[in-house]
């Protein structure tokens, strides 16, 4: 008899074509026990930064920038890895399919660019000062640098799903380590991404007033939850999309966050 598809991804949790349901595990776990306390730390640096005081400024500007960097860092270590290890495999990765409704760049782009938008409103004042962000010298070109930022770390991100034509000039790219090196910068991506999940979900809302509201916020908190949890997780279902179980391990990372606000707790 057929052994089970998640029974047999556990037994090769560490190997490389199996990094996103490690990482749906290393999220699980951090949901379940640790990224209340990093949500916790996360508003006390907002706080210091409302203080004005210069290293928190300089800490939450590191945190954003670190989200544009990190997922474009990680695809440019992965791509060669990542097609020598498709390219004979049985489910041979189809450039098509990666460019469906799925994983469609616009998409991609969109979420960025609210992102880059919600840094710019939310935190310009806090990281230069309302009287500078007022000032159409430095906002105007923060929007574009901004723009232009996001468009290029997008492009960078999809070129991991085109084959290259030719091996990279760098030798480090062809070596085993900087494929490590990218996993680690994808799953740094992910926990900074929770951080930021966390930290909008934690509302209190208070437990269902019945089955339709509660039924209501599951599939509401699971739609958005899958939206979130889409991006700094997409370089790794380009390799594990097929396999059944990765939508129900990518449901078990959110799952303690859903639980959460659904049942108010």
């Avoid at 556990?10 to 999220?27: H, P, T």
């Avoid at 760049?105 to 004042?125: C, E, Q, R, T």
């Avoid at 958005?224 to 129900?248: C, N």
Wanted: charged residues 15%.
């Amino acid at each position: 008899m057929k052994r089970p598809d998640l029974r047999h991804l556990l037994v090769n949790l560490f190997s490389e074509s199996n990094r996103g349901l490690l990482l749906d595990l290393v999220v699980f776990a951090a949901n379940l026990l640790l990224m209340r306390k990093l949500t916790g730390l996360f508003v006390e640096l907002i706080q210091h930064v409302s203080a004005e005081e210069p290293a928190a400024k300089f800490a939450l500007s590191l945190v954003f920038v670190a989200m544009w960097v990190l997922p474009a860092a990680g695809a440019v270590l992965k791509r060669w890895h990542f097609h020598q290890r498709v390219k004979d495999a049985a489910n041979k990765f189809d450039d098509s399919a990666a460019y469906g409704c799925l994983f469609n760049p616009i998409f991609y782009l969109s979420l960025n660019l609210v992102l880059m938008s919600a840094v710019l409103a939310g935190l310009g004042d806090l990281l230069f000062g309302r009287a500078l962000m007022d000032n159409g010298s430095l906002f105007i070109p923060l929007v574009f640098g901004g723009l232009i930022v996001t468009i290029v770390q997008t492009v960078l991100i999809y070129r991991y799903f085109s084959p290259p034509k030719k091996p990279p000039k760098s030798e480090f790219l062809r070596r085993p380590e900087s494929e490590r090196l990218g996993d680690i910068c994808i799953f740094l991506n992910m926990i900074l991404f929770q951080v930021a999940w966390n930290l909008l979900t934690d509302l209190p809302l208070g437990p269902p007033s019945g089955v339709v509201e509660l039924l209501g916020r599951l599939f509401f908190l699971t739609f958005i939850a899958f939206l979130v949890y889409f991006p700094p997780r997409m370089l790794y279902l380009a390799e594990d999309l097929h396999r059944r179980s990765t939508w129900l391990t990518m449901f078990l990372a959110n799952s303690p966050v859903i639980a959460r606000v659904v049942l108010g707790l």
